[in-house]
């Protein structure tokens, strides 16, 4: 059976692209602090941080406030509380960056008028607003969040370009299987049990020299 591809996939596609101007090529989400110290040294430790960011980390969280900005006719509220939950400055300035780099292409294509939103709520927020699938919506944002990350790590280490699509496929699964378990999620649900990651996004803080802002 052939497979359903419409306007609205192509416009969450587009969202979702590296060539869409959110900057997220400049963050590394802490990454290049755990390969600068050890934490990170080859592509299989890279899978299991990047797993555990997906499971207990920024990927469950994110995908918890994108399905209830997907869910809230007024997102500001929920933003300021995804701003409380954050664990790092840098953790801040990332989603902050990236979210109204969004809101203003979003804003100047779609008309959205959308206020600048850290980039998981307004990615929620702006799907509503544009009809596209919420299922859809939070999958294709874990899968970029692993994507942009694998390619962070590529320039902060000697990976290769195959390892790294080798990483990319092997948390397909695991991409799939947070967006199903945070289906019906509130805030109530929210954790945070990825403790390295936020302890190498805090360390990022003051390295120097380094080449991405987280």
């Given at each position: ?38 934490w ?5 430790g890279l ?9 207990d980390?920024?990927?469950?969280s ?29 953790r ?22 959308l ?27 874990l899968?970029?969040?692993v ?26 699964d ?8 945070t289906r019906?999620?509130t805030?109530?649900?929210?954790v ?23």
């Amino acid at each position: 059976m052939p497979m359903a591809i419409d306007a609205k996939l192509l416009t969450l596609t587009q969202w979702m692209s590296p060539a869409f101007p959110t900057g997220a090529f400049a963050f590394s989400h802490g990454l290049e602090a755990a390969i600068h110290d050890g934490w990170i040294a080859d592509a299989q430790g890279l899978e299991e941080w990047l797993r555990d960011c997906l499971t207990d980390g920024t990927g469950r969280s994110d995908a918890i406030f994108l399905r209830l900005a997907f869910a809230a006719p007024d997102p500001r509220e929920l933003d300021a509380q995804a701003r409380a939950f954050a664990t790092a400055c840098e953790r801040v300035r990332e989603a902050d960056r990236q979210g109204a780099a969004f809101v203003r292409t979003a804003n100047a294509v779609w008309d959205l008028a959308l206020p600048d939103l850290l980039l998981p709520i307004a990615l929620g927020h702006a799907a509503r607003r544009v009809g596209l699938d919420v299922e859809a919506t939070v999958g294709l944002y874990l899968q970029a969040m692993v994507t942009n990350l694998v390619s962070a790590a590529l320039r902060l280490s000697p990976l290769g370009q195959t390892a790294g699509q080798r990483v990319v496929l092997n948390l397909q699964d695991t991409c799939m299987s947070v967006a199903n378990e945070t289906r019906g999620a509130t805030l109530d649900d929210l954790v945070g049990n990825a403790f390295l990651s936020d302890i190498a996004a805090m360390r990022h803080e003051t390295q120097q020299p380094r080449l991405f802002q987280s």
